[in-house]
């Protein structure tokens, strides 16, 4: 008894002198040293699958904040590397969407991330080339009869703000009604009303599939993109939109399933109802959580007095023992689909999405702390 009252006090002391530390000075800083480790250890001349692709959402996130050209320039690399697409195939006719990382895979959502970053480049300076290929490829999506082209968690992430950023450049309907449409079907195959949280895919819905100790299990990564993605796409659904109140539910629903899972330590474990699954801190999930709490809190959506301190250990955890001195972003659990038992995620790992997370996450905590 005596030794959890100690180790409670030293919990609330740590907390309280990081909060003393905490402003948007410290966190900018931090947001740099990030951003600047990255870039100078990763040439932008990657390809624009998902992974690359999410760091990139970050990086403009940031650029918005610090107008620093050289963050935009780098993603404008990328952009001109990749000749403003995602999978290159022109045959429409080979055109698909399970998994697949060649260039016939144009219908599948990994390879459309990179339009975020493409529309929003295009937005600081209009150059009809830059979105040609979104629209090309969006349109003829949206021409098909199929809504099951969202099957895996993280596509909700990778497409979902697409449809909202295309739909708020072109004035098109359709763009909301089919992301709306998709949607439904993603739901019906992985969405836990119960628990309000998102299995990874149908190959992981309980009781088909159990923890190693026999529950649910939540993949925190797969969470962290539908969290972070349903932000995405209210920053740019109209308020009055018919399906604008789902979409708050929805993010507000899974907001409060989140915010139980989170350890003391303000990481959340990768399988996130069943921490001794796989024990220890994550870094991408947890960044992608602490991102869509703290942009919540910026515009509204969720209760500041509930939030601001899971955000806030959230955002500790990801600036003191996640983020390294020489810039590294570790603790990110490498690309994968679910918690594994046993594999190793500590201070060395590290990955373009999650450094993308950080960004994010951090990018909200300067314009709170801006507030």
């Not at 250890?41 to 699958?49: A, E, I």
């Not at 697409?162 to 450049?169: E, S």
């Not at 590290?350 to 960004?359: D, I, K, P, R």
Request: charged share 25%.
């Amino acid at each position: 008894m005596r030794i959890n009252l100690i180790l409670c006090f030293l919990l609330c002391y740590s907390f309280a002198s990081f909060s003393q530390r905490l402003n948007k000075e410290d966190v900018m800083s931090k947001l740099n040293l990030a951003n600047v480790y990255w870039q100078e250890n990763n040439k932008p001349t990657l390809w624009s699958f998902w992974d690359v692709a999410a760091y990139h959402t970050g990086n403009m996130e940031l650029y918005k904040l610090t107008r620093n050209e050289a963050y935009r320039n780098y993603s404008e690399a990328w952009a001109v590397h990749n000749e403003w697409k995602g999978a290159k195939s022109d045959n429409k006719a080979e055109w698909k969407y399970s998994y697949g990382e060649k260039d016939d895979y144009v219908l599948f959502g990994d390879w459309q991330t990179c339009f975020q970053t493409y529309i929003d480049l295009y937005n600081l300076d209009p150059k009809p080339y830059k979105i040609a290929r979104a629209i090309e490829v969006m349109e003829y999506q949206m021409s098909t009869p199929n809504n099951d082209y969202w099957w895996w968690a993280d596509g909700l992430y990778m497409v979902m703000p697409v449809m909202t950023k295309m739909y708020k450049l072109t004035g098109d309907e359709l763009y909301l009604d089919k992301m709306y449409s998709y949607l439904q079907y993603a739901d019906s195959i992985m969405y836990d009303k119960k628990e309000a949280l998102y299995y990874r895919d149908a190959k992981y819905v309980y009781p088909k599939h159990k923890s190693e100790n026999g529950k649910k299990d939540f993949w925190a990564r797969g969470d962290g993109w539908v969290f972070a993605g349903l932000a995405k796409v209210l920053q740019d659904l109209p308020k009055d939109h018919q399906h604008y109140d789902f979409y708050v539910q929805r993010y507000q629903d899974m907001a409060e399933a989140i915010a139980k899972c989170q350890q003391k330590e303000g990481y959340w474990t990768r399988s996130m109802l069943d921490p001794n699954h796989a024990p220890g801190p994550e870094a991408s999930g947890t960044a992608f959580f602490t991102y869509g709490f703290l942009w919540g809190i910026n515009n509204g959506l969720l209760a500041e007095k509930k939030y601001i301190p899971i955000a806030k250990s959230g955002w500790r955890f990801l600036s003191e023992t996640a983020l390294q001195e020489d810039g590294r972003v570790g603790y990110i659990q490498p690309i994968g689909e679910k918690a594994i038992p046993g594999q190793v995620v500590d201070a060395q790992s590290t990955a373009s999405f999650g450094v993308g997370a950080f960004l994010l996450a951090g990018s909200e905590m300067y314009r709170y702390l801006n507030q």
